[in-house]
Nanobody, 120 residues
Framework: QVQLVESGGGLVQAGGSLRLSCAAS????????MAWFRQGPGKEREFVAA????????YYADSVKGRFTISRDNAKNTVYLQMNSVKHEDTAVYYC?????????????WGQGTQVTVSS
């Protein structure tokens, strides 16, 4: 089983920045790709970004490309999401997951999520 604990969410003004963290335990962290998903009000959970186990490969949803950066620290079993130039439509609960796929249905374990609210 995998335990995932997200943190770092909060209220941020449009155009501002925020960094989310996700601490993972339960499996060898560096062996597995990690991803961030989000679920906005009244919306389905959607893929945001993913990173390979070594951190050498990343990919992003078109909606966040150029604004968000995913990274990881395998010594700390932690994955991060740096959010820059945030927009109102980035408001959502953000979740991390241990997966290499962009399909939320493929995820077996979810954390509790962290709320990000972007004010105008």
């Amino acid at each position: 089983q995998v335990q995932l604990v997200e943190s770092g969410g909060g209220l941020v003004q449009a155009g501002g920045s925020l960094r989310l963290s996700c601490a993972a335990s339960g499996r060898t962290f560096s062996d597995n790709a990690m991803a961030w998903f989000r679920q906005g009000p009244g919306k389905e959970r959607e893929f945001v970004a993913a990173i390979s186990g070594s951190g050498s490969s990343t990919y992003y949803a078109d909606s966040v490309k150029g604004r968000f950066t995913i990274s990881r620290d395998n010594a700390k079993n932690t994955v991060y999401l740096q959010m820059n130039s945030v927009k109102h439509e980035d408001t959502a609960v953000y979740y991390c997951a241990q997966t290499a796929e962009a399909d939320a249905a493929s995820v077996e374990y979810w954390g509790q999520g962290t709320q990000v609210t972007v004010s105008s």
